[in-house]
């Protein structure tokens, strides 16, 4: 992990709220974050073996601390799991699938 940052503001598509804006800190997980807002997001283990959290990369940067449950099919389509990113970027755009 090279850079951090303060904050991060999210989008995430493709829920059925449509898109929803979150601002993420650098020391906190997409996931987490989105949960102590009181989002209904996908997820099931939290710990990178499931892949239920898993979204498409559109836009900006994340470090994935582990990672259990993707191939290399997925990374290379840009799937990350929000349970593992942290921001890298101050915009990040993702899509569930």
Request: hydrophobic content about 35%.
């Amino acid at each position: 992990m090279e850079k951090t940052i303060k904050k991060a503001e999210v989008h995430l598509k493709g829920l059925k709220e449509g898109t929803i804006q979150l601002e993420v800190s650098e020391s906190q997980t997409i996931l987490t974050s989105g949960l102590e807002k009181g989002l209904e997001l996908p997820h099931s283990c939290k710990q990178a073996l499931c892949g239920k959290c898993a979204a498409k990369l559109l836009e900006g940067e994340v470090y994935m601390k582990a990672n259990y449950a993707l191939n290399e099919d997925e990374l290379k389509e840009c799937s990350v799991l929000l349970c593992q990113s942290l921001p890298m970027s101050e915009c990040i755009v993702l899509a569930y699938t």
